[in-house]
């Protein structure tokens, strides 16, 4: 006796037996040297590139093809038989009487062509080949085919063969290979498991342009993506955030442009000011990013380079600096200059966007005031292409240095507990180039940040204050007498010290302990290890806040 193993059907599970029988197959040996050739020599490539060495060891090792199928549906082969003296004929038109001996009795093969078999004329037959049509001629051979790499030998590498045979030509230049949506375990979505996400239920959720930044920002090349069917809040909130942000900013910005006509680029050039000149800059930057990004297929990378200039550039910071000049009150020239580069901006971060985020984007670019006249719709509005004249290195590291100091102040009032509305002094002691950038932004530093007054020089002894270093060694300080209550603080400061230590304390018994270190688990003894890391890191700057309060040592970021 032998044991074996059983096929099943994989739909419902009938045993399968096999057995001999006459079949249609197509000698493919003579097409996949062709094939092989079309890779080897780069008239087609492969993303992400691990699929050509698959691509072609398949077509090293090719195996003639079975095309026929025992199926009740399906393309019929064009095979007839001849009743009297089995003549078979392939054919492209039914025939009428038999080609060896004119008898009318014929009988067409029963079996139906395998679905590939029809599937590789595709790129060929949706064009009306055989026949020599217009569109054949105008669209084939395309570019780029999008599709998923278990069907690069059922379909790619035959449409590839199929095309090489037929018209000499292979049917497309470039093939992307994405990867798979699966649940939070890595499994396939399917029915049977009940781990499927309907994407029309997202749709109804979110939007669809949520649902389509979601996809894209975390389409790694080839990688494939993880989604959890029992929290699709979770999974599609990064579109939802950034739709919704997109939206919001959007609108503002529109209110803030108002109906009147927006002057160009052009006829403001001698009114910008830094942070307009930053924001030319750095969308010239995001318009070569995302460039580069989708003409690699790292579609990811574009929708990333996209969030940084849209969110993290143009709402929170420039939107924030140009809220002044905006105002009806606000000086004319430089209010101007403000709405231009903020139309400018708008329109190219809504053209670039558009591919992945297309329904907002429409909606707010058609609302856009501008000058002359533009195409109907922003699907069919030119490609941004960046400017060189925009690119402006001095503007970015001032304006770098202006955002340095807004987040330092910041996190200063945030850990000595300034209140919300209370204005502080800062001192700062920087060079020539800090003085004329901070000049130049003062309004904004001073709004942002709440300030109250800056004055330059160092920090004075003894003072207590508040201290912390910018990224080019520039120090700020801010005094704290008025600003908190320094007994109580410095008594706040006493007791959460002493809380963590004793924390630590607990902590390093353990760790001290070797029988604790020896049969624990490894990942609970690294646990440990962390939280005394984290203990010491915390009561090192609590202790620092305290010196500071006290006039000694300042504190360092």
């Not at 053209?351 to 002359?372: C, D, M, N, S, Y």
């Amino acid at each position: 006796d032998h044991r074996h193993n059983i096929p099943r059907c994989y739909r419902c599970d009938t045993v399968v037996e096999p057995r001999l029988s006459e079949q249609w197959f197509v000698r493919m040996g003579p097409m996949a040297e062709k094939a092989l050739a079309a890779s080897k020599d780069g008239r087609v490539t492969f993303t992400p590139g691990r699929w050509t060495k698959v691509y072609e060891q398949w077509m090293e090792n090719i195996r003639d093809w079975c095309i026929s199928r025992q199926l009740w549906w399906g393309h019929r082969i064009p095979v007839w038989y001849c009743d009297d003296c089995g003549e078979a004929m392939v054919l492209r038109e039914d025939p009428t009487e038999c080609r060896a001996c004119g008898s009318g009795g014929l009988t067409q093969d029963p079996d139906v062509l395998d679905t590939w078999f029809s599937s590789w004329l595709w790129p060929m037959s949706v064009f009306g080949w055989p026949d020599e049509t217009e569109d054949l001629a105008a669209f084939y051979p395309g570019h780029s085919l999008v599709t998923a790499p278990e069907i690069l030998f059922f379909w790619v590498a035959r449409m590839i063969m199929s095309g090489l045979e037929m018209r000499g030509e292979v049917p497309f230049s470039q093939v992307y290979l994405h990867g798979t949506v699966r649940d939070i375990q890595g499994r396939k979505m399917s029915k049977s498991l009940g781990n499927g996400i309907d994407p029309l239920d997202v749709v109804a959720m979110y939007g669809a342009d949520a649902l389509r930044y979601t996809l894209m920002s975390n389409l790694g090349v080839g990688a494939d993506i993880r989604l959890d069917h029992e929290d699709v809040e979770a999974s599609f909130a990064p579109g939802r955030n950034f739709v919704n942000k997109l939206w919001n900013a959007g609108r503002f910005a529109l209110h803030s442009l108002g109906q009147e006509r927006v002057a160009s680029l052009e006829e403001v050039a001698g009114d910008l000011t830094l942070e307009d000149r930053w924001m030319l800059s750095r969308l010239r930057h995001a318009e070569e990013k995302v460039d580069g990004e989708l003409e690699a297929l790292r579609l990811h990378g574009a929708a990333e380079a996209l969030r940084e200039v849209f969110w993290n550039e143009f709402a929170d910071w420039y939107l924030e600096f140009v809220k002044s000049r905006l105002r009806p009150e606000s000086d004319e020239a430089s209010r101007e200059a403000a709405r231009s580069v903020l139309a400018h901006t708008l329109d190219r971060v809504c053209r670039l966007l558009h591919p992945i985020v297309p329904f907002v984007t429409e909606e707010l670019w058609g609302k856009l005031p501008v000058a002359g006249e533009r195409p109907e719709a922003l699907i069919v509005a030119p490609w941004p292409e960046p400017d060189p004249k925009h690119h402006d290195p001095d503007a970015e590291a001032r304006f770098s240095w202006l955002q340095d100091l807004i987040v330092q102040v910041r996190s200063l009032r945030k850990e000595y507990g300034a209140k919300e509305g209370q204005r502080i002094h800062v001192l700062v002691d920087c060079d020539a180039a800090g003085r004329a950038a901070l000049e130049e932004g003062r309004e904004a530093l001073e709004r942002l940040a709440r300030i109250g007054s800056v004055d330059f020089g160092p920090a004075p002894e003894g003072e207590a204050g508040a201290t912390a270093v910018l990224t080019d060694g520039t120090q700020v300080f801010v005094p704290l007498e008025g600003l908190v209550d320094l007994d109580q603080e410095l008594a706040r400061l006493a007791k959460e010290i002493e809380r963590l230590q004793g924390q630590l304390a607990g902590t390093r018994k353990k760790l001290e302990n070797e029988a604790f270190v020896s049969r624990a688990p490894e990942a609970v003894v690294d646990k440990e290890r962390e939280k005394e890391a984290s203990l010491l890191e915390q009561i090192s700057k609590l202790e620092e806040q305290r010196d500071g309060l006290s006039g000694g040592d300042a504190r360092t970021d």
